[in-house]
């Protein structure tokens, strides 16, 4: 049984070990549990996988009548799970993050059933720290985590990513002939995560015209709701160089056409970054909790393995350091040096090796 969700970041992990399951054993059987209206709910069916759905929500930072009803969805959904644990019957849980995480494991927990908490972040947030007094195994992405877990249960595996994106370096050509760039110019891709990137995508749209300028191609994931105000900002000259989409599905060619890369600093994205080697600058997003995205960002830059811009200075920043980069070979080089060194492309079948362990311990 498998829990988590709510962004890309904790659904794709999820969908990557369970898919590494099957692979290891046909005969599993994976049922998934996530909170109703989600993403998870939708992305998990489209995968070939079973869900439910939990009706939880999270405490929202403002106030608002709506965090009362939080105590009543909780009790409800630990009925629920309750209920749904019953009748499948896991030999195990395991949790990745998101609203549901909690709890299912803490019902698993309770009725003595063994759990995995697949950690992402540099930093964990506090349901993690207190599902991990009863978890069996905590399989993590960054050393030094036993500042925050015991360390008897500390696994160090990286994070669960696509495997398509092993091996890009000799596909540039069939990506930049799918995504129509020119192999003559650099090209600067641009993610700001599964939904995109406010302070990003302004911050894009105001540069393009200098963009096209330094002869620069941006392949440009917008994200569904600000792409059609951003299309209706680029001026007709850009058309040749700024390439706006909604969505990348194919984010193992957008890797391999890229020389640079702009990025939020979720766990996921930095997971991929370091398996790709390319040259990175984060731009970590300021509204997520604990500011994990900060902490992610900081371990690489501390490590000369990628550059970092503050969301409130992106604008005229990203543009000075991006050009930079692009003109700067040696520096370019030596930063996706750097970040491979981070790459863990075992780290799926690792976390289902300690799946296996703890069932059978």
């Known amino acids: 049984m498998i829990s988590g969700g709510g962004t890309g970041g904790h659904i794709f992990p999820a969908?990557?070990?369970?898919?590494?399951l099957k692979e290891r054993d046909p005969q599993n059987e994976i049922l998934f549990v996530g909170a109703e209206g989600r993403m998870e709910m939708q992305r998990i069916p489209d995968a070939g996988y079973e869900i439910i759905g939990l009706d939880i929500v999270g405490i929202q930072r403002r106030l608002t009548w709506k965090n009362l009803?939080?105590?009543?969805?909780?009790?409800?959904?630990?009925?629920?799970?309750?209920?749904?644990?019953?009748?499948?019957?896991?030999?195990?849980?395991?949790?990745?993050?998101?609203?549901?995480?909690?709890?299912?494991?803490?019902?698993?927990?309770?009725?003595?059933?063994?759990?995995?908490?697949?950690?992402?972040?540099?930093?964990?947030?506090?349901?993690?720290?207190?599902?991990?007094k009863k978890a069996h195994s905590i399989c993590v992405a960054y050393a030094g985590m036993d500042r925050f877990f015991d360390g008897?249960?500390?696994?160090?595996?990286?994070?669960?990513?696509?495997?398509?994106?092993?091996?890009?370096?000799?596909?540039?050509?069939?990506?930049?002939?799918?995504?129509?760039?020119?192999?003559?110019?650099?090209?600067?891709?641009i993610i700001g995560g599964s939904l995109g990137a406010r302070s990003i995508n302004h911050a894009i749209s105001k540069a393009a015209d200098e963009y096209c300028q330094a002869g620069?191609?941006?392949?440009?994931?917008?994200?569904?709701?600000?792409?059609?105000?951003?299309?209706?900002?680029?001026?007709?000259?850009?058309?040749?160089w700024?390439?706006?989409?909604?969505?990348?599905?194919?984010?193992?060619?957008?890797?391999?056409?890229?020389?640079?890369?702009?990025?939020?600093?979720g766990a996921l994205s930095i997971s991929e970054l370091c398996l790709v080697g390319k040259a990175v600058i984060l731009v970590p997003s300021p509204n997520v909790s604990e500011d994990h995205q900060t902490k992610n960002a900081q371990a690489l830059v501390d490590n000369a393995a990628a550059e970092l811009v503050k969301d409130h200075e992106v604008t005229p920043k990203l543009l000075e350091l991006t050009k930079d980069l692009v003109?700067?070979?040696?520096?370019?080089?030596?930063?996706?040096?750097?970040?491979?060194?981070?790459?863990?492309?075992?780290?799926?079948?690792?976390?289902?090796?300690?799946?296996?362990?703890?069932?059978?311990?």
């Open 15 to 20: 969908i990557a070990i369970a898919n590494a």
């Open 69 to 132: 009803l939080v105590p009543f969805k909780l009790i409800k959904s630990l009925l629920k799970a309750r209920k749904v644990i019953k009748k499948f019957n896991p030999d195990v849980a395991i949790g990745v993050g998101g609203y549901a995480s909690g709890p299912l494991l803490r019902v698993a927990s309770w009725m003595g059933i063994p759990t995995l908490i697949q950690e992402q972040n540099s930093y964990p947030g506090i349901t993690n720290r207190l599902l991990a």
């Open 152 to 189: 008897s249960k500390v696994k160090l595996t990286g994070n669960p990513v696509r495997s398509s994106l092993i091996g890009i370096d000799d596909r540039k050509g069939e990506a930049l002939e799918y995504f129509k760039l020119r192999s003559e110019h650099p090209v600067v891709l």
């Open 216 to 240: 620069i191609q941006v392949l440009w994931q917008t994200g569904k709701i600000y792409y059609e105000e951003m299309v209706e900002k680029l001026s007709e000259e850009s058309g040749e």
């Open 242 to 265: 700024i390439h706006p989409v909604r969505f990348i599905d194919r984010m193992d060619l957008a890797y391999a056409a890229a020389d640079v890369v702009v990025s939020r600093a």
């Open 327 to 361: 003109e700067n070979e040696p520096k370019r080089k030596a930063l996706a040096s750097s970040i491979l060194r981070h790459a863990r492309p075992q780290a799926t079948q690792d976390i289902v090796s300690e799946v296996y362990r703890i069932i059978s311990s």
